[in-house]
């Protein structure tokens, strides 16, 4: 079951974009903008694995860096990643499997009928899942938020559909 919580509005939210945003703008990565509606809201430029690691551990998820700074995030107890791109503009989620029941027709009904991830066989036949998140000109805390709990859905709903 999923324990993450989703901390979109309230002292928590605002306590995890005020770090991002310090943590962002000391980096130049980062500003802040007022839509007419009202509060501010941090813009994520570039982001660096331990960021991720902060927004991702505010947000209930289990999470760690590994020797190369991906971001190791277990979802259901599985292994999956989150790929910083090294000049921090953008995130690629991936997982594979080495073993399960996924076929080429499994992979292409999936990609047929889904709209914000890709899968496909790696060059061995297994199975793998990647959603990307393209920095450039910024995204706000709550897009990097969902675009977590899209990952989450996506991967959890790809195991049923191509790898079991």
């Known amino acids: 079951m999923h324990t993450a ?4 509005s309230g002292p928590a939210f605002l ?9 962002a703008t000391a980096a130049g990565a980062a500003r802040a903008e007022q839509p007419a509606g009202g509060r501010l809201l941090p813009v994520i430029e570039r982001i660096s ?24 995030w277990k979802i259901e107890g599985l292994r999956t990643l989150i790929q910083v791109d090294p000049d921090g503009d953008s995130l690629l989620f991936r997982a594979a499997f080495g073993d399960g029941n996924a076929t080429l027709e499994r ?5 047929g009928t889904k709209r914000f991830s890709r899968s496909f066989l790696d060059d061995e036949g297994d199975p793998v899942l990647e959603l ?3 920095l450039t000109g910024g995204v706000t805390l709550e897009r990097l938020t969902d675009y977590l709990l899209t990952c989450r859905m996506s991967y959890l709903r790809w195991f049923v559909e191509v790898v079991q």
């Open 5 to 8: 919580r989703h901390v979109r």
């Open 107 to 111: 992979v292409n009904a999936w990609n």
């Open 49 to 72: 694995g331990p960021v991720l690691v902060t927004i991702m551990e505010a947000e209930g998820y289990a999470v760690s860096l590994d020797e190369d700074a991906d971001v190791v």
């Open 15 to 23: 306590a995890v974009a005020l770090i991002v945003l310090a943590a």
């Open 132 to 134: 990307d998140l393209d």
